[in-house]
């Protein structure tokens, strides 16, 4: 078998120029919000929001501070400025008191975020603005 050194060399320069490339996204959790019997914080990846492809991310505690699983997380989207409504998403749940959602924000512009919470006869509602660029 023929072993090329410069190949090899090749290769292992192209891999690390591949990963130097790529990019984290960052994801900061908001403080803690009362909505109604629940707490509730939420994050956005990327953070701070672009246009185009966006995962948001529902943090659900009880009064005690125990997280909430099994709820029914709905998300309606407006975008104010433009008086038009986005997509209406529902949360999968985590199994940890989060819920996740992925969506595309179309448009630079302020969205809003209506975030219902249902669980065991309780309910929430939180409103999240956010400037997507």
């Given at each position: 078998m023929n072993r090329n050194p410069v190949l090899?060399?090749?290769?292992?320069a192209t891999l690390a120029a591949c990963s130097a490339k790529t990019e984290t996204a960052t994801t900061t959790m908001t403080t803690g919000q009362?909505?109604?019997?629940f707490t509730v914080a939420t994050s956005f990846s990327p953070d701070p929001p672009k246009q185009g492809p966006e995962t948001m991310t529902v943090s659900v505690k009880?009064?005690?501070?125990?997280?909430?699983?099994g709820a029914a997380v709905k998300i309606a989207t407006t975008m104010p400025a433009?008086?038009?409504a986005?997509?209406?998403?529902?949360?999968?749940?985590?199994?940890?008191?989060?819920?996740?959602?992925?969506?595309?924000l179309n448009y630079a512009t302020q969205w809003a975020f209506d975030v219902t919470i249902l669980?065991?006869?309780?309910?929430?509602?939180?409103?999240?603005?956010?400037?997507?660029?």
């Open positions: 090899l060399v090749a290769l292992v009362t909505a109604g019997d009880d009064a005690a501070g125990n997280p909430v699983k433009m008086s038009m986005g997509p209406n998403l529902t949360g999968s749940d985590n199994g940890d008191g989060t819920y996740s959602v992925q969506t595309n669980a065991n006869g309780k309910s929430g509602v939180l409103h999240v603005t956010k400037d997507v660029k």
